[in-house]
């Protein structure tokens, strides 16, 4: 990490340097694991990927006439002059499909070998129904944003591979989604006790009711019988496919750690992914991206950033569980400025991560 | 706790059971800190509290006609039929003084003899200017709410103290707070840096404009001299409040804990409160009250509630960096509903302290 730090602060001073294949000075013997390259949906020919790194010209790069995305999704990049030799950032838009494994029973298989087919999306892709689900698979579209860090290898890797790690996982519940009838059973496998009835898991029995029912008041013909107070939760659909994203971020990231013994995997980035699946949109974040949508002129935004305030709090407590994660640089306390020797033992502002407001130390 | 909890039981059991002075049955042979009383502003006599806790009639407490709280406070309540003798909840509405410390200057004592006057809000209460500050001290209005829970003995005690503590933090603090013209320093006592000039702690460099500045672009006569990109956060007096508000909830809590060894202090309660100080409004809240605003018949909510969904997260990472605090009772995992022995080993849906989805354990 420390040097990865030293070089990017030599790369900043001595301005611009030309990188390797993949733009990073690294200097690593292993091989890449994916050529760099700009998004696929881009169509750019390898001239057209050089020119795009031009930090004189600076090209604005959008669609091609002859492409589209689906939902007329906007698309626009322009390198960041001066920063790194090449554009760190990459994307990905694609229509996926999500089929049953090979020889997949009610209980999936431990080793699964994901058959996927995806296509880039084109009049073909945009043909399909939505919610569309035939007698073997699910069909979801998909977008995806990485922001690189510190290299562009990272988000290379992430924007072609997070959604395999999402189709694998939402093989292993693709009866489960299928099934629209009934809620996902709690025990994989057995049957659900609950029938699927929109709106009722959003009904909360409140205490009036409770008491009502408990005082035995008379019920008129069209009450309905009395409800049974669950104890257990009803977790819908949505849930799983949210567990399924989340499941698959986590996999993306273990498999980005453990390939960088093997491949030259530079730096780091953020991932922003957006799902459509079975009529619903799911937005999954992690970093400072957000996705937007735009309506009527107006912007809605889908999701919130990760912002050195917003997790403020989480990394302080982090850093008062397990120091050593902080790598000695910093404490669990966070201060106006950097404190200086002379300070030490002086009443300074501060916050805990217990804080939101200021208090001085003494 | 667990005795607190078959005891509860047992009441619920056996109908309401006449409790002690406090209302409670802990059998304590300790003093009480203070006696069971309702809130000061209603100004009821004995016999009146007595009524108020009559679990059939359950009368409404309003309060008297001779009464008024500032700001056209509303309140009332009434007895939560059949769950304890008594009304835990305790509530407190007061105008209050901060005044400096005897003999103090820049630096306080370490051992502060906090002397405070405090006066049951009314005409004359509500006849002080608002921001007033006169050459000695400042004034705030204060309105709490506490949610006694297994006892009312906690809530009593926090209903008769936490306004203290809020005024022995703020003494500490009182010279800056009363400095309108500089920002508060980042050393206590040394002087601060930063003219207070409003809105400007709000306004954030943006890259273009330091991109701009950087790149030396010539500058019309009306531009503002380049800004200086200053590492050093500009600390507001409101955050000093907070922080303030936030150290006397800590501090209350350690009393109580402290002074249960000495008092019979029973249960625990939520904390809800709200100070307006020099122009300013705050609200600390601890548990699941929620403060309210009506303005021309809408509700404006001023805080948010903690919830087993809302503290979800962070109890479940805290059970998973100290299991013991769990009691043995739960995992760090969320399951759909208790999980029976015949259970172990099958999969069973659930979530961790990463997620919001759902997904079948394997």
Redesign the interface.
């Known amino acids: 990490m420390l040097t990865r730090v030293k070089s990017a602060v030599a790369n900043f001073m001595g301005g611009v340097v030309a990188g390797g294949a993949n733009g990073d000075c690294s200097g690593s013997d292993l091989p890449l694991k994916f050529p760099y390259m700009r998004p696929e949906f881009l169509g750019l020919t390898p001239d057209e990927i050089e020119c795009s790194a031009d930090h004189i010209a600076r090209p604005i790069l959008i669609l091609k006439e002859t492409k589209r995305l689906p939902w007329a999704t906007g698309y626009a990049e322009v390198i960041n002059a001066g920063k790194s030799a090449l554009n760190e950032d990459q994307a990905c838009c694609e229509v996926v499909v999500v089929r049953k494994r090979p020889g997949d029973s009610t ?1 999936p298989s ?1 080793t699964p070998t994901a058959k996927r087919r995806s296509s880039l999306p084109n009049e073909e892709g945009l043909g399909l129904k939505e919610n569309s689900a035939d007698s073997e698979g699910l069909v979801f579209h998909y977008w995806a944003l990485f922001d690189g860090h510190a290299g562009s290898g990272a988000a290379v890797v992430a924007s072609k591979l997070l959604q395999h790690h999402i189709v694998e996982q939402l093989q ?2 693709l009866e489960v989604l299928k099934n629209h009838a009934v809620l ?7 049957k659900s006790n609950h029938q699927m009835t929109p709106g009722i898991h959003r009904a909360t029995l409140t205490r009036a009711a409770s008491l009502r029912g408990a005082t035995g008041a008379p019920s008129s013909p069209c009450t309905p019988p009395p409800q049974r107070l669950f ?5 819908q659909h949505d ?9 698959a971020f ?1 996999e993306m990231d273990a498999q980005i750690e453990k390939e960088k013994q093997m491949y030259n995997i530079t730096g780091g980035c953020t991932a922003l992914c957006v799902v459509y699946l079975l009529g619903m949109l799911y937005v999954g974040n992690a970093g400072d991206s957000r996705a937007i949508i735009i309506r009527d002129g107006k912007v809605i935004p889908m999701s919130t950033e990760f912002t050195p305030e917003s997790e403020r709090q989480r990394l302080q407590f982090l850093g008062f ?1 397990q120091p050593h994660l902080l790598g000695g640089e910093f404490t669990h306390l966070e ?4 404190v200086q020797r002379k ?1 030490v033992g ?4 501060y ?1 805990d991560f ?7 130390r ?1």
């Open positions: 209980t431990k292993s519940v996902p059973p709690t025990i994989f496998g057995e104890t257990e939760k009803k977790i849930s799983l496919v949210m567990g399924a994203m989340e499941n986590k569980m201060f106006p400025r950097r300070e002086k009443r300074m502002l916050r217990t804080m939101n407001g200021w208090w001085y003494i």
